[in-house]
């Protein structure tokens, strides 16, 4: 059956909004909500039309839109399917593991390095140790719902806690570092986005070229000491931040 079916869809033909725009945020709405699950199949777009007294290129177009934020598929043989909600995630002193869960989103993680490194110059000004001192260097790939969502490279200082790679893949990585005592206070981030290289695509399951989110973060504990340097990218199609911003009185 249609799950749009027991959507209450319309549209306001009176409205300046155009047709196609109205339909794909109902529908978008009714993913965010979870009134349609991730799998489920859309009926057939004609059908859809018919139903709402529109074009069928104008529910074509409203499908396509949502295709296009990475919320639908197109499946050769099954049809239209609905993949997930886009993750919003809010800028705070949070990790993504706990923010993805939070969210519903079945984090899952796979450690791809576990090591220690000799600090570059830039690692070891984030981490105020002197240039070519050994640090750990974690790389993870994050996935929800099995899907990847982000590549996080993380340096910290030697001696902090132990880094067991079995731990890192079935927890966060800040909830490893409180449960050792660690009490992070604050942090210095920057958000930039860029195109994905090869190797970021093909690690990401996203197109050479394709648009990417990045975050660099210096993570500091209740003495100001630095206990983190996070370098993270993130498919923008899956993944957003959210900013919260006051004016200055």
Same mark, same amino acid.
């Given at each position: 059956? *249609?799950?749009?079916?027991?959507?209450?869809?319309?549209?306001?033909?009176?409205?300046?909004?155009?047709?196609?725009?109205?339909?794909?945020?109902?529908?978008?709405?009714?993913?965010?909500?979870?009134?349609? &699950?991730?799998?489920?199949?859309?009926?057939?777009? !004609?059908?859809?039309?018919?139903?709402?007294?529109?074009?069928?290129? &104008?529910?074509?177009? =409203? !499908?396509? /839109?949502?295709?296009?934020? @990475?919320?639908?598929?197109?499946?050769? @043989?099954?049809? #239209? +399917?609905? %993949?997930?909600?886009?993750?919003?995630?809010?800028?705070?002193?949070?990790?993504?593991? *706990?923010?993805?869960?939070? =969210?519903?989103?079945?984090?899952?993680?796979?450690?791809?390095?576990?090591?220690?490194?000799?600090?570059?110059?830039?690692?070891?000004?984030?981490?105020?140790?002197?240039?070519?001192?050994?640090?750990?260097?974690?790389?993870?790939?994050?996935?929800?719902?099995?899907?990847?969502?982000?590549?996080?490279?993380?340096?910290?200082? &030697?001696?902090?806690?132990?880094?067991? /790679?079995? +731990?890192?893949?079935?927890?966060?990585?800040?909830?490893?570092?409180?449960?050792?005592?660690? &009490?992070?206070?604050?942090?210095?981030?920057?958000?930039?986005?860029?195109?994905?290289?090869?190797?970021? @695509?093909?690690?990401?399951?996203?197109?050479?070229?394709?648009?990417?989110?990045?975050?660099?973060?210096?993570?500091?504990?209740? #003495?100001?000491?630095?206990?983190?340097?996070?370098?993270? #990218?993130?498919?923008?199609?899956?993944?957003?931040?959210?900013?919260?911003?006051? %004016?200055?009185?």
């Amino acid at each position: 059956m *249609d799950p749009t079916v027991s959507l209450h869809l319309g549209v306001d033909r009176n409205s300046p909004v155009p047709l196609y725009f109205q339909l794909s945020q109902q529908l978008e709405a009714a993913i965010e909500q979870g009134m349609l &699950t991730p799998g489920s199949l859309l009926g057939n777009e !004609i059908e859809l039309a018919a139903r709402l007294g529109l074009s069928r290129p &104008t529910v074509r177009q =409203a !499908i396509q /839109s949502l295709v296009d934020k @990475g919320l639908l598929v197109r499946r050769r @043989g099954v049809g #239209t +399917q609905v %993949v997930h909600s886009q993750v919003r995630r809010p800028l705070e002193l949070s990790s993504l593991y *706990d923010d993805l869960e939070a =969210a519903g989103q079945r984090p899952a993680t796979r450690v791809l390095l576990n090591t220690l490194v000799s600090a570059s110059a830039e690692i070891a000004a984030a981490l105020a140790v002197p240039e070519g001192q050994e640090v750990h260097r974690i790389e993870r790939l994050r996935l929800a719902h099995g899907e990847p969502m982000a590549y996080l490279c993380n340096h910290l200082p &030697t001696g902090l806690l132990t880094l067991d /790679s079995g +731990q890192l893949e079935s927890t966060g990585l800040y909830r490893l570092m409180r449960a050792a005592g660690i &009490t992070l206070h604050s942090a210095r981030q920057s958000v930039g986005a860029r195109a994905a290289t090869l190797l970021e @695509g093909e690690r990401l399951d996203e197109p050479e070229g394709a648009p990417l989110l990045t975050m660099e973060r210096t993570t500091f504990d209740d #003495t100001g000491r630095a206990v983190e340097f996070g370098s993270h #990218t993130y498919r923008a199609s899956r993944y957003s931040f959210e900013f919260q911003l006051l %004016v200055r009185s």
